[in-house]
């Protein structure tokens, strides 16, 4: 039996070109600048290297079958740019949106993300809490039409890069004690800052930084599940 099939050898063929010819080229600098430049994504995007499974009405090929994200992960893995991370933005973090997104959510959002124009990050980990993210002590208050957000974010891919950031904090004054809320937090919002990209030992490109948030009003449009 064949592990991939005819479009699939063809998106390999693809998207290793791309890799040699986009990607490869600029590591070093990349890596010496500690982040990976914002156009990679959006070339990426151009030629439908981000996100396959969305729909087509969004930019995607609809295809769900992860064999496509096996191929960019073996390719990426192959090619050593590991600082390119395109399966964070397209299926770690995207993931999100197909699995918890409301329609109206995924119709304003999903598109840039297909295109690259908007890059996608995940912020559960806390300078206190990373795999007991019961301990997390980031707070959504509820304000009514919004939430009010406040607390910090460590470790953060894409941290400087990103334009939406998923972000998991507890309810405030929820009966259960570890009721949790994901918002989605959109570059530009007030009292939303970065903080350090963060120096690593590996994957240098890869831009891992802290996030601050102070009273960010988010929408009740921007809960995501
Ligand atoms: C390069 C990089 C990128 C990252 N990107 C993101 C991101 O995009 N978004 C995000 O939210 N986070 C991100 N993280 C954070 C990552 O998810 C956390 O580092 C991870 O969850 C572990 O948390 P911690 O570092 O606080 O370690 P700890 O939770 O303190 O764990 C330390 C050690 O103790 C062990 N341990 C913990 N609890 C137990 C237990 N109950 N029993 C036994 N052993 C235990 C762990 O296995 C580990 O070996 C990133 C981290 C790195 C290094």
């Not at 989605?184 to 970065?194: H, L």
């Amino acid at each position: 039996m064949r592990s991939f099939t005819e479009d699939q050898v063809i998106f390999r063929d693809s998207y290793r070109k791309f890799l040699a010819s986009e990607i490869t080229p600029h590591m070093e600098e990349w890596r010496e600048a500690g982040i990976v430049d914002r156009s990679a994504f959006k070339k990426a995007g151009d030629l439908g290297f981000l996100m396959i499974w969305p729909e087509e009405k969004y930019g995607g090929m609809g295809d769900e079958d992860f064999r496509y994200e096996q191929i960019i992960i073996e390719e990426t893995a192959r090619s050593g740019c590991k600082g390119w991370f395109n399966t964070l933005h397209s299926r770690l973090v995207g993931s999100y949106f197909k699995r918890f997104g409301t329609e109206e959510q995924r119709d304003r959002f999903l598109p840039k993300c297909v295109s690259g124009e908007t890059i996608l990050a995940i912020a559960m980990t806390e300078p206190g809490a990373g795999s007991d993210l019961a301990g997390m002590r980031t707070t959504a208050e509820d304000k009514g039409d919004h939430f009010l957000l406040n607390g910090s974010k460590t470790y953060i891919s894409n941290g400087i890069n990103s334009d939406v950031v998923i972000v998991a904090a507890k309810l405030a004054g929820a009966e259960k004690k570890h009721a949790m809320v994901l918002l989605i937090v959109e570059r530009g919002m007030e009292g939303f800052e970065r903080g350090r990209n963060l120096k690593k030992m590996g994957m240098p490109a890869q831009d891992t930084a802290e996030l601050f948030f102070n009273n960010v009003k988010v929408p009740k449009a921007n809960v995501l599940g």
